[in-house]
């Protein structure tokens, strides 16, 4: 007589804090890997730029690239492909991580969103003061919004080298204070980063987000409909003046959040879809051949996708080609600046000292400083297991600017030797402040006792 077969051992249900932040979890993870890759990838742009090579790496981001479409081309360099149109697509996901923690995450509740938006109103408005202590009335005074930004993907990838060190509330208000920041950075984008405005297109730009809103308010889900317009938005906002990248925060402000079906019922199509696929036939048979099979399988696809939001179904698919595929290629078309061409006066010069100063001193003192009055004013309170030196730890870390400052500083400034010293500028502020945050951090967790024990 066989012995009976041994079931698997049944897996543990999670418990509800589990279930409620492995999507926080794992768009951590992707961040804090991403942004490994965005600094190796900073890396090459330098050393291709200061190589025997460097001609090469000019000669690729200014060649032209045409598209044409019946009687009408776009033509522009490849630098501004990427800086305009995939970064639209970064902007995009920006703008669905702003809207999911608007809904469900930390800036949902206005207690839990105080301190974050706290640290990010400091930590972008005495940047900005510092910047303009060194420039106010020179020509580098155009570039007050460059030290404003927290670059999330850096800054996380920083904090991922200290592994288990780092607490996840650490990570959950850095990724917040970094995500109002992009919020801010995108808002002063729009109103002073802009060239001539022409009215026509700004007109067709906003018939077109009220068309988008009103898919989002008749429950289109689909997201081809959003797509389309949305390319027809960037379009509009390409040849307004306003910045393209702009399209991208506001069609993600129009997907739609809802679910088709809720939790129950989703619940109900499955579990009677999976009894459904048990009682086709043989479970050893081949699935290709069985009708019953194909059409539980079938049922339960469209289950999953309905009780998925279109907002959530289009970041959990982007974000991974946004953090590993378009913010590195932006650094590599962005980074490489010569170093040895103007670094002795770059290094002197008040526009770079300015930026320095301002993404290194500028956000310690705004992030930890709001933060602290924050909390002494009652009005919220630390997230639990951190203290005010892990604060200054991500305080520092707030200082990496990278992504979104060089974003800034193509815009600001037309001049190549500015644009240049703004560069240095930013990678030298990043390169300090993500140092000293690992510092600050490393020596706080080394100094506490182990949670564990």
């Known amino acids: 007589m066989n012995a009976p077969t041994a079931r698997p051992a049944a897996i543990p249900p999670r418990a509800p804090v589990d279930r409620v932040m492995a999507p926080f979890r794992e768009f951590i993870h992707l961040e804090a890997s991403g942004g490994i890759v965005l600094i190796l990838t900073a890396i090459l742009a330098l050393v291709w730029a200061n190589s025997p090579w460097s001609d090469s790496y000019f000669d690729l981001w200014s060649t032209k690239l045409t598209v044409e479409i019946g009687g009408y081309a776009l033509s522009k360099a490849l630098l501004l492909w990427v800086n305009d149109g995939l970064m639209a697509v970064f902007f995009f996901v920006v703008g669905l991580e702003i809207k999911r ?4 995450g930390e800036l949902a509740t206005p207690r839990r969103a105080v ?4 640290a990010a109103i400091g930590g972008a408005a005495i940047p900005a003061g510092l910047f303009l202590a060194f420039n106010v009335g020179g020509d580098g005074a155009s570039g007050w919004g460059v030290p404003m930004a927290t670059d999330i993907a850096f800054s996380l990838g920083v904090l991922a080298l200290l592994g288990s060190r780092a607490p996840l509330g650490l990570k959950v208000f850095l990724t917040a ?5 992009d919020l801010i950075a995108v808002m002063v984008i729009a109103m002073f980063y802009t060239s001539n405005l022409k009215a026509e297109y700004l007109l067709l730009a906003v018939a077109i987000f009220i068309f988008l809103v009103v898919f989002n308010r008749v429950h289109v889900s689909s997201p081809i409909p959003y797509a389309l317009l949305g390319l027809v938005l960037w379009f509009a906002f390409l040849k307004s003046g306003v910045h393209a990248t702009i399209a991208g925060v506001l069609l993600a402000a129009t997907i739609p959040a809802r679910t088709r079906i809720d939790a129950r019922r989703f619940l109900e199509v499955a579990e009677s ?3 459904r696929f048990r009682e086709a036939g043989d479970p050893g048979g081949p699935i290709l051949t069985s009708k019953d099979h194909q059409a539980a399988l079938h049922n339960l696809m469209d289950a999953t996708e309905h009780a998925e939001s279109p907002m959530a179904r289009l970041e959990h698919a982007l974000h991974p080609w946004v953090a590993f ?20 006066s770059a290094l002197s010069s008040s526009l770079t000292l300015g930026i320095v100063f301002g993404l290194v001193a ?9 933060s602290y009055l924050a909390v002494r004013a009652g009005i919220t309170e630390l997230p639990d297991g951190i203290d005010w030196r892990q604060i200054a730890g991500a305080s ?12 800034i500083a193509g815009l600001a400034f037309d001049d190549p030797m500015m644009l240049d010293r703004a560069k240095i500028g930013i990678l030298l502020a990043s390169l300090i402040a993500g140092i000293s945050g690992y510092a600050v951090l490393r020596m706080v967790s080394d100094t506490e006792p182990e949670r564990s024990r």
């Open 273 to 275: 879809q999976v009894a």
């Open 115 to 118: 301190l974050p938006l706290a």
């Open 396 to 407: 520092f870390l707030g200082g990496i600017g990278f992504t979104m400052s060089l974003f």
């Open 177 to 181: 204070f970094a995500i109002i920041d």
């Open 325 to 344: 595929a378009i913010v590195p290629v932006f650094a590599l078309a962005n980074a490489g600046v010569d170093l040895g061409a103007d670094l002795g």
């Open 101 to 104: 923690e608007l809904l469900v």
């Open 362 to 370: 500028g956000k310690v003192i705004g992030i930890l400083g709001a």
